[in-house]
């Protein structure tokens, strides 16, 4: 199913699709990781080879300006009516991190001629310079939930400070991820029945959403992240990570468990 490429192999979401979506949910960042998976799991060197692939078109699709990596959320960018550059899970930097993470799994050193862990760093970066949690505009933040928003970055950041062996780089990152807990807790609507979360979409009126509860979009994604930013703050690096099907590579073995 793949579309061979000047840089490698690309994934649109359907053959017939006409815009693509290069990021980790919905386009090649993502199938890319799975193949680098997989291979490592079934031992099919060509799954791997296949992930290498995608991920020199997922760099060739991007800038790597100012340290970081940023992939466009939509090619052609016309075809939505979004933000040119997101930092989520779905469509940034974020969950396009775990694309390098997963290559690093699979015994991948370097794609395109630049270190996988390198590549997984400057993800980190452009989220870290990017503004968020801030609302800076409209339509530029108006999210937090896991796939979206403000969780998901939180999440992926504790995964890098579980998974880096650099003191000074995972202070960095975990000071990160609690902007985002505390952002969390600002945002939270409480009553006697409990918590929940307002997303915002600019282009209606009013902007304010009724709260979800799911676990993209919703009060349980952000309630397992705030969960484990807890358990992490009391016990340490050392807290262990419950396994998740799409990220559970990004950590060390040693802190997997199936178990909360």
């Not at 006409?18 to 386009?27: C, F």
């Not at 509860?213 to 919703?218: D, E, V």
């Amino acid at each position: 199913m793949a579309d061979r490429t000047p840089a490698g192999l690309d994934w649109g979401i359907a053959a017939d699709t006409e815009w693509r979506a290069p990021n980790y949910s919905h386009g090649t960042a993502g199938v890319a990781a799975a193949l680098a998976v997989a291979g490592a799991a079934l031992h099919r060197p060509d799954f791997v080879e296949a992930a290498v692939e995608g991920a020199r078109h997922v760099l060739a699709m991007g800038s790597l300006e100012d340290g970081g990596f940023i992939v466009p959320h939509t090619i052609p960018p016309s075809k939505r009516e979004v933000e040119p550059v997101t930092y989520t899970w779905c469509h940034g930097p974020a969950g396009t991190s775990h694309l390098f993470a997963a290559l690093s799994y699979a015994g991948v050193a370097e794609v395109a001629g630049h270190d996988v862990g390198e590549l997984r760093d400057r993800c980190l970066t452009s989220i870290l310079t990017s503004g968020v949690p801030r609302r800076l505009r409209p339509g530029f933040w108006d999210n937090d939930g896991r796939c979206c928003g403000t969780a998901g970055v939180g999440d992926i950041l504790l995964d890098a400070v579980q998974d880096c062996e650099d003191p000074g780089k995972a202070e960095t990152l975990l000071r990160a991820a609690r902007v985002m807990g505390d952002a969390l807790a600002e945002r939270a609507v409480r009553d006697e029945d409990g918590a929940r979360w307002r997303f915002l979409e600019h282009r209606e009126d009013p902007p304010l959403l009724p709260p979800g509860t799911a676990w993209m979009q919703g009060a349980a994604g952000i309630a397992a992240y705030l969960l484990r930013l807890a358990r992490f703050l009391e016990t340490g690096p050392d807290a262990p990570v419950v396994d998740r099907p799409d990220q559970w590579w990004a950590v060390p073995a040693r802190l997997r468990s199936t178990a909360a």
